[in-house]
């Protein structure tokens, strides 16, 4: 099948008009100007790699936070409208034997290739920075509890977020990354040498930088400076104008070029409508497109992936920024090697996106989504 666009954002160049071949489920060629053939369907907008979300817990009306694989695929349905075609499940805070067993239900979904990998958020966060966690299932990372997730999560386990200045955090940090898992640092109060030396134990990911972290400070600059200042760190930001400001999402931008990650880390709400919902064992309202716990702390977001592109959009990113933020950066920072790019060889994954960056047509696996 051959495709034109009248734009393809490719990894460092925009090709317009551009035309792409797709085999099964491959892009196998690719080029700018009229195809080789005629082509079999011409597509008005701009083509761009589908969205890689590494960070969600719901959407849909459905989550995957109570570990029902009939629910995540929902969940993986309703994102997949709005142009996710590669979806890490997050979990939140539960108790270790409820995260074992959700980690295994989710882990069948992502051997089927419904998911692109398994998120542990918590339990190993700062009661301080907990967010819409439940504090009282807080706990520092034992031996045996990082030992019992990575065994359940086995190679769908993706990423760990972990707070560094726990008892027992670095060890941790050297456990799960030696075992081929990202981790991220995040729900934390670590100071700016913490936060430096789980960099260097290896973690690789700010999980939602700005958002349940300690502040940036002149003389005591904590993690956010030293997330944003070490290449090997990629960094996650919820742009949904209500979680950051758009001021520090180009502040994040300009100091971490080419290692942005925009997340929905979206609740049940996005893709369906306000009401009330649940956040693992948390009970969370939604008015207006924003997520709360009763007292009043914000609850993950209703965002889609589209909707974060265009909010970035908005905030001052190019359109190349903000879509390399939400495919190649988030692709790179999982080690997800087929998508997140137009380019031979890659999986056939792709958005339409129309002039107001609206998804008018997803393909995922080289097949069209209805
Ligand atoms: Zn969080």
Known sequence: MILTADRIITPGRTIAPGWARVVSDRVTELGEGSPPSPADVVLTGT??????????????????????????MEVASAHLRHGTTSMVASLVTDEVSELERHVRVLGEL????????????????????CGAHEPSLLRPPSREDVD??????????????????LDGAMDAIRRVAGAGVVVGVGHTDATWEQAGEAIGAGATVATHLFNQIRGLHHRRPGPIAALLEDERVSIELISDGVHVHPAMLRLALTAAPGRIMLVTDAMGAAAADDGDYHLGPIHVQVRDGVARTPSGAIAGSTLTMAGAVRHSVASGFTLEQAVDAATRGPAAALGLTDVGRIEVGARADLVVLDEDLAVTAVMRRGAWQS
């Open 110 to 129: 992502v051997t089927d290739g419904v998911l692109a990998g398994v998120h542990l958020e918590g339990p190993w966060l700062s009661r301080d920075f």
């Open 47 to 72: 083509l761009v790699p589908g969205f890689v979300d590494a960070h969600c817990h719901g959407g849909g009306g459905a989550s995957f936070t109570v570990g029902d694989a009939d629910e995540a």
């Open 148 to 165: 019992r997730l990575l065994a359940a999560g086995g190679d769908a386990l993706r990423m760990v977020t972990i707070a560094p200045e």
